[in-house]
């Protein structure tokens, strides 16, 4: 029995609790929402792992996604980064690798760490078929199926899969064009095997024996994003709203049909304006189950922090109603992340997560703390209430004051200080 059909039948199973215990909501809410699918908890009876709720009404989570690749195939680099993405705060990791051992490193990366592992089973079926025939085109349906089982015994609990791209997508995609080309590994795999074999998708064609799959090993579907934009001049075209459609419709029938969690995904590359019209287009067509943006970056002209362009637009699209977030690191559109860049990616997005939470949940009562901590120069104080309390205490010390109640930015002349000792503004 799955923990869909539990909340369907009016049971709060244990993770339901835990969900709501760390949310700070009623047991019933979540019950409720696993039950309508706009909450997911992805479980599996593989590992141990710690439980996270995805979904309206809860905190905006983030994913750090890692993965050797052709290029850099090192495994203890990759169990480090992701030990470093959960000492970080990430709150779920992917395992995307496209180089070296498929299931011995993301295996260890399971050991590793005890938090939801997610994974693109395409991309073992693809690759292997290149290794073993020459190419990509040459994959097999069982292929796809076998890979799928595989990852999901070895305890990846939730999975990208791309039942949306199908040949009237492709349809769509051909005739309208792209200025950036296609980005998702995934929609290329898949639409260069489409084209090349003329056949569907079997993601799409064979999408009850999918579900079978995934329910027989209680894996939450995420339903892969591969035409979305890979820049903002592409954003929210064609190709990319009807793969949403597609995918909406299987998210409906996964949910209802076969009693599995159900995440949508959704775009990567769209302008500041067009945020809000994504999250609610996204939200009403697939019945408000949860979203997952991709970023999204906001502008395609800042290689080298484009973490920070993603933190412009994953606050917007968390404000907006989107429930998850994938992180993007320093390294995006220019090398492989290392550990450093897997921290920095993680706590950018985080404070874009707590940014969005501020206005979609008016969680504001950490901020309100730190008005008052500033207020009073309650340093120790500040510290604790920092999203990162080790860097600010760092940058303070790195330049300390004379004066102990001030910092070396106004020093002597201190505003706060200045007030505190003239009059009350104590509130």
Known sequence: MSIVTDAKNGIITEEMKRVAEFEGVEPEFVRRGVAAGRIVIPVTPYRDIRVCGIGEGLTTKVNASIGASSDIVDEELEVEKAKAAQAAGADTLMELGTGGDFLGIRKKVCDAIDLSVGSVPLYQAFISAAKRDGSIVHMTEDDLWNATEEQAKLGTNFMAIHTGINNIVLDRLKAHGRYGGLCSRGGAFMSSWMLHNEAENPLYKDFDYLCEILKEHEVTLSTGNGMRAGAVHDATDRAQIQELIINSECAQRAHDEYDLQVIVEGPGHVPLDEIDM??????????????????????????????????????????????????????????????????EGVKTSKIAAHVGDMVKLNKRDQDLAMARARRDLDWEKMYSLALDPELARDVRNSRAPEDTDACTMCGNFCALKIVNQNYDLAK
């Not at 637009?313 to 992340?337: I, K, M, N, R, W």
């Open 278 to 343: 994504n999250v609610k287009l996204m939200k009403s067509m697939s019945d408000h189950k949860p979203f997952y943006m991709l970023g999204p970056l906001v502008t395609d002209v800042a290689p080298g922090r484009d973490h920070i362009v993603t933190a412009i637009g994953a606050s917007q699209s968390a404000a907006a109603g989107c429930d998850f977030l994938c992180y993007v690191t320093p390294a995006e559109h220019l090398a492989l992340p290392n550990k450093e860049d897997v921290i």
